[in-house]
T-cell receptor
Framework: DTAVSQTPKYLVTQMGNDKSIKCEQN?????MYWYKQDSKKFLKIMFS???????INETVPNRFSPKSPDKAHLNLHINSLELGDSAVYFC????????????FGSGTRLTVV | GENVEQHPSTLSVQEGDSAVIKCTYS??????FPWYKQELGKRPQLIID?????GEKKDQRIAVTLNKTAKHFSLHITETQPEDSAVYFC??????????FGKGTSLLVTP
């Protein structure tokens, strides 16, 4: 059983489109995260949710909108995709807020053409 | 946010040699320091971590040392093997709600 699963694994889309990435964890964790890994491998926090509530919203364009329907799911919707959005997006979870033992998902490689 | 500097950005060693990667941080309130290994095309995975009340922790061939006064911590890999080749990330947690990662070190172990 995959602990943190993301779909899709690969996503190729044209500029201007809207797309979503889904994340689910079956670990019973309270806290979930979205990180962006750019072409230079830098991992940068985008959002964090704790028990469905947004607790981190870094300086990310408002074209990015996270949604957490329940504590096991954290989805990321991106409007009006731009070339610079191309990256690998990682979902992660931890037992609770301020517990930093992350389990990462396998990543979604987004390519905007 | 927390400033985490990681060096070197690339490191090449021969099989059997040791590898050391160092990170420095800026916030003296930081209290948790994990290291992640990311193989090509895979997810980052936690390999070892240390908390601020401990100076050193070892797990088989890997160890982490922490100097709180100087605000730096290091990953030590002994008797390196080709399968140790990967990108290694340090990270720091303080009172914020997420880990701040260093920019990664690409380690290549040549047979």
């Amino acid at each position: 059983d995959t602990a943190v699963s993301q779909t899709p694994k690969y996503l190729v889309t044209q500029m201007g489109n809207d797309k979503s990435i889904k994340c689910e964890q079956n670990l019973g964790h309270d806290t979930m995260y979205w990180y962006k890994q750019d072409s230079k491998k830098f991992l940068k926090i985008m959002f964090s949710y704790n028990n469905k509530e947004l607790i981190i919203n870094e300086t990310v364009p408002n074209r990015f909108s996270p949604k957490s329907p329940d504590k096991a799911h954290l989805n990321l919707h991106i409007n009006s995709l731009e070339l610079g959005d191309s990256a690998v997006y990682f979902c992660a979870s931890s037992r609770q807020v301020l517990d930093y033992g992350y389990t990462f998902g396998s990543g979604t490689r987004l390519t905007v053409v | 946010g927390e400033n985490v500097e990681q060096h070197p950005s690339t490191l090449s060693v021969q099989e059997g040699d040791s590898a050391v990667i160092k990170c420095t941080y800026s916030d003296s309130a930081s209290n948790y320091f994990p290291w992640y290994k990311q193989e090509l095309g895979k997810r980052p995975q936690l390999i070892i971590d240390i908390r601020s009340n401990v100076g050193e922790k070892k797990d088989q061939r890997i160890a982490v040392t922490l100097n709180k006064t100087a605000k730096h911590f290091s990953l030590h890999i002994t008797e390196t093997q080709p399968e140790d080749s990967a990108v290694y990330f340090c990270a720091v947690a303080n009172s914020g709600y997420a880990l701040n990662f260093g920019k990664g070190t690409s380690l290549l172990v040549t047979p």
